[in-house]
């Protein structure tokens, strides 16, 4: 989400205050970020099903070859 620009990274409470002070006082940019975030979710719809999906046929694979 952070490399997609969906998110403000926060490591202290000035950097949250930062960001909200940009995101209250910027619609643009507030809009930026909202729709960098709704395409990172979109793009990741399904992962885990994906994920879940490659380890069972690893397991499986795992349990054919012994």
Same mark, same amino acid.
């Given at each position: 989400m952070l490399a997609a620009k969906g998110?403000?990274?926060c490591f202290?409470? /000035?950097?949250? #205050?930062h960001? /909200? @002070?940009?995101?209250?006082?910027?619609?643009?940019?507030k809009g930026l970020l909202v729709n960098a975030a709704r395409a990172f979710v979109e793009q990741n719809k399904?992962? #885990?099903?994906? @994920?879940? /999906? #490659?380890?069972?046929?690893?397991t499986c694979a795992t349990h054919l070859s012994n």
């Amino acid at each position: 989400m952070l490399a997609a620009k969906g998110a403000i990274q926060c490591f202290d409470i /000035a950097d949250i #205050v930062h960001g /909200a @002070t940009l995101i209250l006082s910027n619609p643009e940019e507030k809009g930026l970020l909202v729709n960098a975030a709704r395409a990172f979710v979109e793009q990741n719809k399904g992962a #885990v099903q994906r @994920t879940i /999906a #490659v380890i069972e046929l690893g397991t499986c694979a795992t349990h054919l070859s012994n």
